[in-house]
């Protein structure tokens, strides 16, 4: 039995660590924190449970594909629900809109609107679609070790057809006329923290699976997943390490050798790195010459995504129901987004999203209570990074403000007895997440499929990488992917 070893419990060092076990090799975890997740992560205190990152669970096959592939039943691990209407989403000028996926629902929303928009809307759903299939069949599923796995006819022609050189918002404007319908599928790129005016139009993919897929809720909220698979990988017979940081990966003349771990050298067979990409260049491989190409000014000059301040309040009463995710936007969405991308500075106008799980599962909160989890998308740190206490007292201040203003908890700062912050330092010293960046790479055109770094490791032998920097990309589903092309890839060099 070939002894694994997989660094960082967060969720595609899980699905890795899983399917390792499952196949008969002698895992063995290592993750930093005391509990598994990652970003993934869980606050609870005074009685509030808030998920910290990921919050809507899209492609529930893909969640349930792990469990099964280790033969036990998804529902045992991850019990989840359909969330229906899917999202409210509030403007400035405009009525809200509710999504739902139910065709008969959607249908009247958009009819709503205009009969031409509602054809225009089907026509870009069926179009998306079938680039969806294209994607998914010639880049999402696939690894790539040479440029031969890329540069190929099959390939090139798969990227002839997927049209991705246009923007997200310019592909959507082709279809929908209404600004509404233009924002309610140009924002989701910044799900994988991107802005809809410079990301590939691929990227509508998002509010498609979203419709044709579902959007689910796991009891007790998104970290369930995590603490499932780590349940199912020890009960597999793996072994995990927490509170256990890793000094450095070894390598020795280009073969991976295992890990230093407080000084001590653990060896393996073969490891599996989890990690944040850019952040385990830079500080677990120390020594540029076994990097190649990604030297410490390399990584620098990459392209990251947005990243996050958010806010957990703890609420000592019940406001009246409404949708579980709801977007709200700014009055000027696109200069917000250029605050985000261009400009480098905390948006005066942001859009936010907020989160009420309470609403599905009442045991997340004292009874008579709620919690609720407010995302603004902010700079990364290489664009932004006075987050002074004063600054983030005065950011809060504001959003607090626009949350009286434009949501129904006008009244919410009489009613905060829990809080917690998260600014882009919580995200770059606690998870390791390089400029804090909460998405990990930016999935720019030259940091997509073969020129996004890649699940084998060109430059060591028995070395693997899996997460959000490396392919296919950031978003839950495809993170998990990416663990399965990652394990795809050791059983190749193990055959």
């Known amino acids: 039995m070939k002894k694994i070893i997989v660094v960082g419990a967060g969720v595609s060092g899980l699905a890795a660590a899983v399917r390792l076990q499952k196949l008969g090799y002698d895992v063995t975890l290592y993750e930093k924190e005391g509990q598994p997740g990652g970003k993934m992560n869980q606050i609870k205190e005074n009685g509030f449970t808030f998920d910290v990152g990921p919050t809507i669970v899209m492609m529930p096959e893909i969640y349930r594909e792990v469990f099964e592939f280790a033969d036990v039943d998804p529902n045992d691990y991850i019990p989840?629900?359909?969330?229906?209407?899917?999202?409210?989403?509030?403007?400035?000028?405009?009525?809200?809109?509710?999504?739902?996926?139910?065709?008969?629902?959607?249908?009247?929303?958009?009819?709503?609107?205009?009969?031409?928009?509602?054809?225009?809307?089907f026509a870009f759903l069926a179009d998306i679609y079938k680039r969806y299939v294209i994607a998914k069949e010639s880049f999402i599923t696939k690894s790539f070790r040479t440029w031969r796995d890329f540069y190929n006819p099959k390939s090139l022609w798969a990227g002839l057809?997927?049209?991705?050189?246009?923007?997200?918002y310019s592909s959507i404007s082709k279809f929908v006329k209404d600004d509404r319908l233009r924002k309610s599928l140009a924002f989701q790129t910044l799900y994988i923290g991107v802005s809809p005016y410079q990301?590939?139009?691929?990227?509508?993919?998002?509010?498609?699976?979203?419709?044709?897929?579902?959007?689910?809720?796991?009891?007790?909220?998104?970290?369930?997943?995590?603490?499932?698979?780590?349940?199912?990988?020890?009960?597999?017979?793996?072994?995990?390490?927490?509170?256990?940081?890793?000094?450095?990966?070894?390598?020795?003349?280009?073969q991976t050798k295992g890990v230093r771990v407080n000084g001590e050298t653990i060896t393996a067979d073969a490891v599996i790195c989890a990690a944040d990409f850019p952040y385990a260049m830079e500080s677990l491989i120390p020594d540029e010459s076994k990097r190649g190409k990604y030297t410490n000014q390399k990584i620098a000059s990459?392209?990251?995504?947005?990243?996050?301040?958010?806010?957990?309040?703890?609420?000592?009463?019940?406001?009246?129901?409404?949708?579980?995710?709801?977007?709200?936007?700014?009055?000027?969405?696109?200069?917000?987004?250029?605050?985000?991308?261009?400009?480098?500075?905390?948006?005066?106008?942001?859009?936010?999203?907020?989160?009420?799980?309470?609403?599905?599962?009442?045991?997340?909160?004292?009874?008579?209570?709620?919690g609720l989890y407010v995302l603004v998308p902010v700079p990364e740190l290489s664009k932004f990074d006075q987050w002074t206490d004063e600054t983030i007292q005065s950011y809060r201040q504001q959003i607090i403000g626009l949350l009286k203003e434009k949501t129904i908890f006008t009244d919410i700062d009489e009613h905060i007895v829990y809080e917690k912050m998260y600014t882009p330092d919580t995200f770059n010293d606690r998870f390791n997440?390089?400029?804090?960046?909460?998405?990990?790479?930016?999935?720019?055109?030259?940091?997509?499929?073969?020129?996004?770094?890649h699940n084998k490791f060109d430059y060591a032998e028995g070395l693997y990488f899996c997460g959000s920097s490396t392919h296919p990309g950031a978003g839950v589903p495809i993170v998990m992917q990416s663990a399965k092309l990652a394990v795809e890839e050791l059983l190749k060099d193990d055959r």
Do not use: W
């Open 80 to 121: 989840m629900e359909k969330v229906d209407p899917m999202l409210q989403l509030y403007f400035a000028q405009d009525e809200p809109l509710t999504f739902s996926n139910d065709l008969v629902e959607l249908t009247k929303t958009l009819e709503a609107i205009s009969e031409e928009d509602a054809q225009g809307y």
């Open 199 to 254: 990301g590939p139009s691929l990227y509508t993919i998002i509010p498609m699976i979203e419709l044709m897929y579902g959007v689910y809720f796991i009891k007790g909220g998104m970290y369930t997943l995590a603490t499932g698979m780590a349940r199912l990988f020890q009960e597999l017979g793996g072994t995990i390490h927490y509170n256990t940081p890793i000094d450095e990966l070894l390598i020795e003349n280009k």
């Open 433 to 453: 997440a390089y400029n804090g960046a909460t998405f990990g790479l930016k999935p720019t055109l030259a940091q997509s499929n073969y020129y996004r770094p």
């Open 161 to 168: 057809k997927l049209r991705t050189f246009s923007d997200a």
């Open 302 to 370: 990459m392209d990251y995504s947005c990243s996050c301040f958010l806010l957990y309040l703890g609420l000592d009463k019940k406001y009246e129901d409404s949708a579980l995710h709801s977007i709200y936007f700014a009055n000027d969405f696109k200069r917000n987004v250029d605050d985000l991308f261009e400009a480098g500075k905390l948006p005066e106008d942001p859009s936010f999203y907020l989160y009420r799980p309470t609403l599905k599962d009442a045991s997340l909160a004292p009874d008579g209570q709620e």
